[in-house]
């Protein structure tokens, strides 16, 4: 699965969109990216995933530029409960087991 | 739903002690995934299985042992516990395809002194 590169933090003001970056130069076109969080000491929450096109659901719009080789997750409207630690991960379409391979994440605090 | 339960929620081992960590979902998923999470760090995948009965190493299965022999239960054991496996242990399942999304449970905090 391909390696994906994240700021180590970022701040956010509440009711402001948070937009967090995802750099993943080396994935192939089989690959589709996915974002996760993780809220402190609780286990990690789905968020959002897409291969090519925009995506939005309830929680969040997923941006793939043309050439995939970067993504950013927007909350459009970022609650201090946003605060928490975003991973954004690659993975192959129907590798074996749908393994995830998280990074270190992005550090996201949202401020009053 | 209950969703992903694991037992115990904390746990203190001494060292060359064993235990099981217990999982069990009700979404009657076909996957299911043990993670280990150190100070710092994102998850690293210990062990994981695609359907009852089966089962297949991750990134970090050394020291580590896992069954399936109930869709819903996934158990993770140690043999012989060491310092270095003191860590947070997460579960996670996802349904009948590579590609869904995974539901973790809360973690079982456990130290190995």
Request: net charge neutral; proline share 5%; hydrophobic share 30%.
């Amino acid at each position: 699965d391909a390696k994906t590169t994240q700021p180590p933090s970022m701040d956010c003001a509440e009711g402001r969109a948070a937009n967090l970056p995802c750099n993943h130069s080396t994935i192939s076109g089989n690959e589709y990216v996915y974002w996760y969080r993780q809220i402190h000491s609780q286990g990690p929450q789905y968020i959002i995933h897409g291969l090519k096109n925009n995506e939005t659901n309830e929680m969040a719009s997923l941006i793939i530029t043309e050439d995939r080789k970067s993504s950013t997750l927007i909350l459009p409207h970022a609650t201090l409960r946003d605060t928490a630690v975003y991973y954004c991960i690659v993975r192959v379409v129907y590798n074996q087991g749908g393994k995830l391979i998280f990074g270190q994440g992005t550090e996201l605090s949202v401020k009053p | 739903n209950a969703g992903v339960t694991q037992t115990p929620k904390f746990r203190v081992l001494k060292t060359g002690q064993s235990m099981t960590l217990l999982c069990a979902q009700d979404m009657n998923h076909e996957y299911m995934y043990w993670y280990r999470q150190d100070p710092g760090m994102g998850l690293r995948l210990i062990h994981y299985s695609v359907g009852e009965g089966t089962t297949a190493k991750g990134e970090v299965p050394d020291g580590y042992n896992v069954s399936r022999l109930k869709k819903q239960n996934f158990l993770l054991g140690l043999e012989s516990a060491a310092p270095s496996q003191t860590s947070v242990y997460f579960c996670a399942s996802s349904g009948d395809s590579s590609m869904r999304e995974q539901y973790f449970g809360p973690g079982t905090r456990l130290t190995v002194t």
